[in-house]
């Protein structure tokens, strides 16, 4: 099955600047590619995902990139703020199955 | 919107005990999943449903949980007999579809067993 790894576990950055995460995936045949976040006691909940028909996508300040060739993608988030601070999953899967198999999650802390 | 409700939140049991948790997913959501996450991992699959029929099971220790989804609407999870390594939180999800879209997730119901 799907295999996703995640790097850094953790993250510390200064309000302001930005924070990269980096996941990659060992299923060839994976082709939908979520982001969630999860706030400390909270639910996941997704903030930005992409398909493997693109290369980039971008919502205000997050963004996420893709490579297939190498089997990695990337979460950008810039101008990042306290609120930012939470653990984020990325996660892929085979589209048509929505079987995500989720990353071990990147703890982002945002120091004011 | 109602969002996906889970019930109990909180579960403490021993060992060998047995244990049920309860969800109600998105109306109109034909996708239901339950998803187990320890403690400082993300989110692993346990089964999906599409309606009222399991899609994937092959991650459920078949041994000892159970699941079903009557009339393709609500779902319990059922773990019986319980061991320490099933403390975590049990997290129920749902989408409109198969077709590569949105998780929606419940709270999650916290297990621990002593």
């Known amino acids: 099955g799907e295999n996703v790894e995640q790097h850094p576990s953790t993250l510390s950055v200064q309000e302001g600047d930005s924070a990269v995460i980096k996941c990659t995936y060992s299923?060839?045949?994976?082709?939908?590619f979520p982001w969630y976040k999860q706030e400390l006691g909270k639910r996941p909940q997704l903030i930005i995902d992409i398909r493997s028909n693109v290369g980039e996508k971008k919502d205000q300040r997050i963004a996420v990139t893709l490579n297939k060739t190498a089997k990695h993608f990337s979460l950008h988030i810039t101008e990042t703020q306290p609120e930012d601070s939470a653990v984020y999953f990325c996660?892929?899967?085979?589209?048509?199955?929505?079987?995500?198999?989720f990353g071990k999650g990147n703890q982002v802390v945002v120091i004011p | 919107e109602a969002g996906v409700a889970q019930s109990p939140r909180y579960k403490i049991i021993e060992k060998r005990q047995s244990v049920a948790f309860w969800c109600n997913p998105i109306?109109?959501?034909?996708?239901l999943y339950w998803y187990q996450q320890i403690l400082g991992q993300g989110p692993k699959l346990l089964i999906q449903?599409?309606?009222?029929?399991?899609?994937?099971d092959s991650q459920l220790p078949k041994d000892r949980f159970s699941a079903e989804r009557l009339k393709g609407v609500d779902s319990t999870l059922k773990i019986q007999p319980a061991k320490l390594e099933d403390s975590a939180v049990y997290l129920c999800?749902?989408?409109?579809?198969?077709?590569?879209?949105?998780?929606?997730f419940g709270e999650g119901s916290r297990l621990t067993v002593l």
């Open positions: 449903f599409q309606n009222n029929g399991v899609v994937d």
């Open positions: 999800a749902s989408s409109q579809g198969l077709e590569g879209g949105e998780l929606f």
């Open positions: 299923d060839s045949a994976s082709n939908y």
């Open positions: 109306s109109g959501h034909a996708t």
């Open positions: 996660a892929a899967t085979p589209y048509g199955n929505n079987r995500l198999a």
